[in-house]
């Protein structure tokens, strides 16, 4: 508003040879005051933003790997070979690929769905409870996984899911029926990895759902009882409602996971007799490009992963925005 | 207020409780199995007899554990990254959200910057740059390759610039007009007020940097590998079978194979369970902050 009066005034900021109005000045002042109080700012920022180019801004240009042949002699920074597109048509030409793909869509979207349904059923079946201790008992145990690394669960669920030793197998094999080989069998693997992912995750989810349900208006149950709903309908007709926003917000979030079928869960509880349902994206640039050097081909299926997830994120974001005025930060 | 049970909500509720119990009972069940397991004799795991409680109890695989010295030295390891690497993300965490939470009048960079951060969570060069990264910056099998590249947690920030946004901005141009600096504001006036928040990060940096590790594998030798790392090595058996079934020491023992696993994987979990009801305390406010709003 200043800037614009003085502009009227003929005295425009380019000026400075002019004569000073007070007015002119006290903007002048105001900037610089403005300036000095946004110096410290800027100095608070500085390592963080100076750490997050080292290693992620400098990683992300080392994405032209996947363009050359890389040779690791020469480094990261060093003149290296380009050969267009040659490490993609490569890793497109390897006959497991679309089997990988198709592994890691389909494990990452039966996660998405089932790590849905099971916490919004246990959420809603937790708040129809009347004994407070008995909720809050069965809450802690339920996100006690959550908090677990993925090596401690493996080894844990290596142990209980043995075909010879195994709590769970003891269990199927006294109701006479046959050991089941969760880890070592093609057929069951994926669905392994599935329900341990709820089982870990579903705790954390269910009371993220709670805290949603208890925020409903107290009042709304009130009415529905004077008008004679019963307990299934005013889950249904409040409370589902009542959280309906945030059952859409998480389930549009999760469009961005799709390529995520859970790096740290499957490389320690996969075997090569289960690569061909198990093996995923992640894992396999892991074994390309650490365990067999395949810099260039390695880097090349992790671009096109981060690419694609970019661009899954990037809609789902814009989709949250647009629905809920969903926001990060 | 009174209220008339009928035959339907009671077989409900029973029902219901049934439903609840069982899913517990999942969730704690392996533990309970696994710590029987740990405190059970060679013969009893062997037999299969070790269900619910310790079979002939012994606390010799736990001996066995804490008698190896690569235990100690992982152990060590971790305890240095636990104790760097939360210091090094709460202090910068707090730093950075100061400045980020303040409004665009305040900070005219302030979108760039959040925008500059927040893409760090969209793309990421992917693990054969990062590893380079880290390799030619010579950091290989350094605390620093452990501690630097997660130094800056990015939901933490947005957890912790959340919180901050709520604290009335008179405070700040109440203190700034006193002749208070950025930095006092921030460390007398925000952070006292920002306990709980700052307690809520503190406990996901020391869970973040206690579960981490395959950074371990891919950055640091076989002698420096963090306690989940060598946890890792041991327990995905199908790569590693032959680790530790050949030691001499445990058919001298007596000792199985599956109670020294065992053993390990509750050492390896039980300082999450040491901080688990503070995590619990918390828990809930983080998501609440993290800005997941009904």
Known sequence: MRRESTNSNGIGPCSLHGPIFPEWRNHILLKQAKSRRELPLHLMLLPGVLLVVIFSYIPMTGIVIAFQQFNPVKGLFGDQEFVGLANFEYVFSLPNIWQVVWNTISIAVMKIISGLFVPIVISLLLNELRHVLFKRITQTIIYFPYFLSWVILSGILIDILSPTTGLVNMVITALGLDPLYFLGDNKWFPFTMVASDVWKNFGFNTVLYLAAITSIDPSLYEAAEIDGANRWKQTWHVTLPGIQSVIILLTVLSLGSVLEAGFDQIFNMYSPQVYESGDIIDTMVYRMGLLQSQYSASTAVGLLKSGVSLLLISVSYYTAYRLFRYRVF | ?294
């Not at chain 2, 008339?4 to 219901?16: A, C």
């Not at chain 2, 397991?37 to 109890?57: H, I, T, Y």
């Not at chain 2, 969570?121 to 990264?133: A, C, I």
């Not at chain 2, 989940?228 to 000792?255: G, K, P």
Request: include cysteine; charged fraction near 15%; aromatic fraction near 14%.
């Open chain 2, 1 to 294: 207020m009174s209220r008339q049970v009928t035959i339907g909500q009671r077989i409900f509720n029973i029902f219901n409780v049934i439903l609840l119990t069982a899913a517990a009972v999942i969730c704690i069940v392996p533990f309970i199995h696994i710590v029987a397991v740990s405190f059970s004799n060679a013969a009893a795991v062997q037999g299969g007899m070790v269900k619910f409680w310790p079979v002939n109890f012994t606390a010799e695989p736990y001996r066995y554990v804490l008698e190896r010295e690569e235990f100690w030295l992982s152990f060590g390891i971790t305890l240095q990254r636990v104790a760097i690497g939360a210091i090094v993300n709460i202090f910068l965490v707090i730093v950075l959200s100061y400045p980020l939470s303040k409004s665009v009048e305040k900070l005219r960079t302030r979108t760039l910057y959040v925008w500059f951060f927040f893409f760090t969570l969209l793309f990421n060069g992917g693990l054969v740059p990062n590893y380079l990264l880290v390799k030619e910056l010579g950091l290989l099998n350094s605390i620093w390759a452990l501690v630097l590249p997660g130094a800056v947690p990015v939901f933490s920030i947005i957890l912790m610039l959340n919180f901050f946004r709520e604290i009335p901005e008179e405070l700040e141009d109440a203190a700034f007009v006193d002749g208070a600096s950025h930095w006092r504001i921030l460390f007398q006036v925000y952070v006292p007020l920002s306990l709980p928040a700052v307690a809520t990060i503190s406990l996901f940096a020391i869970v973040f940097h206690w579960n981490m590790w395959f950074d371990g594998l891919i950055y640091m030798k076989s002698d420096k590998y963090p306690l989940q790392t060598y946890l890792q090595t041991i327990v995905s058996a199908f790569q590693n079978i032959s680790i530790l079934s050949n030691t001499e020491l445990m058919r001298l023992a007596n000792l199985n194979d599956r109670s020294i696993k065992a053993a390990q994987l509750i050492i390896g979990a039980l300082p999450v369970l040491l901080v688990y009801p503070y995590l619990q305390k918390y828990f809930v406010t983080g998501i609440k902050l993290g800005g997941v709003k009904g």
